[in-house]
């Protein structure tokens, strides 16, 4: 079946650093791919997706780019804010139309001011 | 806009028994979800539908039955509760039809078993 792996389980940062989570998916053909965040004591919400190989999503300062020949759409911010500390989630959607999604296992960032 | 609401926010039963977590939406959505929160393992699906009355499973759905009384609402139960069932359940809901349609997740209920 469908899965999503995200390599980084925790990530600690500074502001101003460099953020890379990365997220691996494996599926058939074209799976639309999500990144979900979710802030403390809020549930998950979307922050971007990309439906076709090369095209970016991006939202807030983070984007990513769905990448077909190496099965991934890693999640980047040239500059992270404390304000950015949350869990981020990377997700596909099944071809069914009933938009489930399959989640990765989460990466808590954490962004020290 | 629109707005899930999850009741209780939190759930705390005792091991063996059967308790159910609530979920309203009032975005109008045909597809609602359950999906179970744990640390370090991410969202996984336990329960889904598509329409009022319809159910199907998802990945993790032993030990759990669901209902769709109505569009707006969709309830789970945990049909005997189990200490390693603490976790937080998150329902969300979305509009039925082409793929990647966003879903919108209620703020999640927290399942305490003692």
């Known amino acids: 079946g469908d899965s999503v792996t995200q390599t980084e389980g925790q990530v600690a940062l500074s502001e101003e650093d460099f953020l890379t989570i990365h997220c691996n998916y494996s599926a058939s053909g074209y799976p639309t791919l999500f990144w979900y965040v979710q802030y403390p004591g809020e549930g998950p919400q979307l922050l971007f997706r990309a439906s076709r190989d090369k095209e970016k999503g991006s939202s807030r300062g983070f984007e990513a780019t769905y990448d077909k020949g190496t099965t991934s759409f890693h999640l980047r911010k040239a500059s992270v804010q404390e304000s950015d500390s949350a869990v981020y989630y990377c997700?596909?959607?099944?071809?069914?139309?009933?938009?489930?999604?399959?989640f990765g296992q989460g990466t808590v960032l954490s962004v020290i001011p | 806009g629109g707005i899930i609401t999850q009741t209780p926010k939190f759930l705390i039963g005792q091991e063996g028994q059967k308790l159910t977590l609530k979920c309203q939406q009032n975005?109008?959505?045909?597809?609602m979800y359950w999906y179970r929160q744990d640390s370090g393992k991410g969202l996984r699906l336990i329960y889904y539908?598509?329409?009022?009355?319809?159910?199907q499973k998802g990945d993790l759905s032993e030990g759990y039955d669901a209902s769709r009384e109505k569009k707006s609402s969709f309830s789970l139960t945990v049909t005997s509760a189990q200490k390693n069932e603490m976790a937080v359940f998150l329902c969300?809901?979305?509009?039925?039809?082409?793929?990647?349609?966003?879903?919108?997740f209620g703020e999640g209920s927290r399942l305490i078993v003692v």
């Open positions: 539908s598509i329409t009022e009355n319809d159910l």
């Open positions: 969300a809901s979305s509009i039925q039809g082409a793929q990647g349609n966003t879903l919108y």
């Open positions: 975005f109008n959505h045909d597809t």
């Open positions: 997700a596909l959607s099944d071809h069914g139309g009933n938009n489930k999604l399959t």
